[in-house]
């Protein structure tokens, strides 16, 4: 297995409803960042949270890191259309500006 | 101010051909990251580089495959003598001075 693994795999909601998705991962991180893909384009950067912070928003987003269990849940509130695509955790253990460690991603689809 | 730019979009190769990626960072940034994609996966760090430096190349393959970052011009990833196996698409990341990765929309290289 891997570091940063997302669950759940997929996620189908309707419109208006609340989106949680979980990333767990293995090693000591310098921080965890969020990202958002759709289908065949690149990733667009969401959030980065810091190893000593427990939680952070932006927008309808919200992170929370727990490092003692080594996760973290990306919270979508008010989902609309346009959030269906798949969301990566990517965490970076080294010092700024190395590698980041990818999971497999969680595809939601939200449903008008 | 652009964001990271990458050429060509799709690229087609037969197999024992060679591969060039091209990547222009955003303006300002002096470190670039390549990524793998395969289909239905996350991304998998290949290399980071600064200019005129690699500084990891622990995801590269050890054989084929090459990357620079000359002091002028785009990072390049190169691909030597191709196989169907390559087919994926490669996404390259700058950052600055903050832990921040922005993709690029990334190269979707097929070898038939």
């Known amino acids: 297995s891997q570091q940063g693994e997302e669950d759940p795999q997929a996620l189908s909601i309707q419109e208006g409803e609340n989106a949680t998705m979980n990333c767990s991962y293995k090693?000591?991180?310098?921080?965890l960042q969020w990202y958002r893909q759709n289908s065949g384009r690149g990733l667009v950067h969401l959030i980065l949270?810091?190893?000593?912070?427990r939680e952070k928003h932006s927008g309808r987003l919200r992170v929370t890191l727990d490092t003692s269990k080594k996760s973290s849940s990306l919270l979508i509130t008010a989902s609309r259309a346009a959030d269906t695509a798949s969301y990566f955790c990517?965490?970076?253990?080294?010092?700024?500006?190395?590698?980041?460690?990818f999971g497999e991603g969680t595809q939601l689809t939200v449903n008008p | 101010n652009a964001g990271v730019m990458q050429n060509p979009r799709h690229l087609v190769r037969r197999r024992g051909q060679e591969a060039r990626l091209r990547c222009s960072p955003m303006?300002?940034?002096?470190?670039v990251y390549w990524y793998r994609q395969l289909p239905e996966e996350g991304l998998k760090f290949m290399v980071y580089?600064?200019?005129?430096?690699?500084?990891?190349e622990s995801g590269m393959p050890k054989e084929r495959f090459s990357a620079e970052f000359p002091k002028e011009g785009p990072s390049i990833l190169r691909i030597q003598q191709v196989v169907r196996g390559d087919s994926a698409a490669y996404f390259c990341?700058?950052?600055?001075?903050?832990?921040?990765?922005?993709f690029g929309p990334g190269t979707r290289l097929l070898v038939l």
């Open positions: 303006k300002g940034h002096s470190h």
């Open positions: 949270i810091r190893s000593n912070e």
């Open positions: 990341a700058s950052s600055g001075a903050g832990e921040t990765q922005y």
């Open positions: 990517a965490t970076d253990a080294g010092t700024s500006g190395s590698r980041l460690t």
């Open positions: 580089l600064q200019k005129e430096n690699i500084i990891d």
């Open positions: 090693t000591s991180i310098n921080n």
